[in-house]
């Protein structure tokens, strides 16, 4: 059997599991359903909120940064039938496996559950933060992008090679950059996606990985940006790529938008937190907003007080900037349908 036949195999026994059978669609795309919800999910996912805000909370005391207290659980961090609205009818979650570089990549795929014959959709391109599995897409990021998908948008996400059972190994803005590329390239190509409406929003190191795809050749009308590391000839990342050399160097510049930002032409909204412990302020988002301003390029700069890294403290307010600002420069001349 091959590598591919068993790849498509182990869909349809998940598949069968839950009581569907999987999509395989000529694009480039296996999809099969999201898996059931466990019962104490909500309560785990917000352990995880305040276990990361107490941690960020910590390092931005010693950075002499403030993160503010959560003053109110539900209306800081969301209620527990927010969460729980990406199950309610009109939201469906896929996993997805696609081809790159010959590699099996992993990742997911949010839609309306009702989508109507003909009907094309602007897609949104998720380029997730950090590596490893600890930082993984789940069913649940973003509340499984409920707020996007009943704005009208498709949303899908890699988790990049190497991660969550993706074959290769994960460089952090180096091949798997590719694995971007490919994916907006066979998004573009499903039946459902207006490709002349496609945007991007990525979180930390997903902010560095569009700004990469971007330059390697991605399209995307606008993109929306939170946390973005902008310069890896920091101090900061020395840990991730020493010893110094040459080939250190060129890798830093590789993954630094801040020296190809000439390179960079589509509407770009940066959103950071003054507390951030992971992503200076200081030394990475406003030098960055200085050189697209000195390039003339269009973009616009938020910067919430008091805020972590992912911003978890605005998330209603983070979300509906991205999607007015993506609504700002839908293209005109499509003529796909709404919901």
Not at 70 to 76: K, S
Not at 157 to 176: A, I, K, P, V
Not at 177 to 193: G, K, M, N, S
Request: some cysteine.
């Amino acid at each position: 059997m091959t590598r591919r036949a068993r790849s498509i195999s182990l869909l349809v026994v998940i598949a069968a599991l839950m009581g569907a059978a999987p999509d395989i669609f000529a694009e480039g795309l296996q999809r099969a359903p999201c898996e059931l919800v466990n019962s104490g999910e909500f309560d785990r996912y917000r352990e995880r909120q305040l276990a990361t805000l107490e941690a960020e909370q910590t390092a931005a005391k010693r950075q002499g940064l403030s993160v503010r207290e959560v003053r109110h659980l539900d209306t800081d961090l969301g209620t527990e039938q927010e969460y729980q609205a990406r199950h309610r009818p009109g939201v469906r979650c896929e996993r997805i496996v696609y081809d790159s570089d010959g590699l099996k990549i992993r990742g997911f795929l949010w839609t309306p559950s009702a989508l109507k014959p003909g009907q094309k959709l602007p897609l949104i391109v998720f380029n997730r933060g950090g590596s490893g599995d600890d930082s993984k897409l789940r069913p649940n990021t973003q509340f499984g992008f409920e707020r996007f998908i009943r704005a009208g948008y498709v949303v899908i996400g890699s988790q990049y090679r190497g991660n969550d059972g993706s074959e290769g190994t994960d460089e952090l803005g180096g091949s798997d950059v590719r694995d971007v590329v490919q994916l907006v390239a066979i998004a573009r190509e499903l039946p459902f996606v207006d490709a002349k409406n496609v945007y991007a929003l990525g979180y930390s190191r997903g902010a560095m990985m569009t700004l990469s795809a971007l330059r390697d050749g991605a399209r995307f009308n606008a993109v929306a940006l939170v946390g973005l590391p902008s310069d890896f000839r920091m101090s900061q990342f020395d840990r991730r790529f020493s010893p110094a050399s040459p080939e250190m160097s060129a890798a830093r510049a590789q993954r630094s938008a801040i020296l190809w930002a000439d390179r960079l032409d589509p509407p770009m909204l940066l959103m950071q937190g003054s507390g951030d412990p992971l992503v200076s302020t200081v030394e990475q988002t406003l030098p960055f907003a200085a050189r697209l301003q000195e390039l003339a390029k269009r973009y616009e700069l938020v910067i919430y007080e008091g805020d972590s890294h992912g911003l978890i403290l605005n998330g209603k307010d983070r979300d509906t900037r991205i999607l007015n600002w993506f609504q700002r420069f839908r293209n005109p001349d499509s003529t796909a349908n709404s919901p």
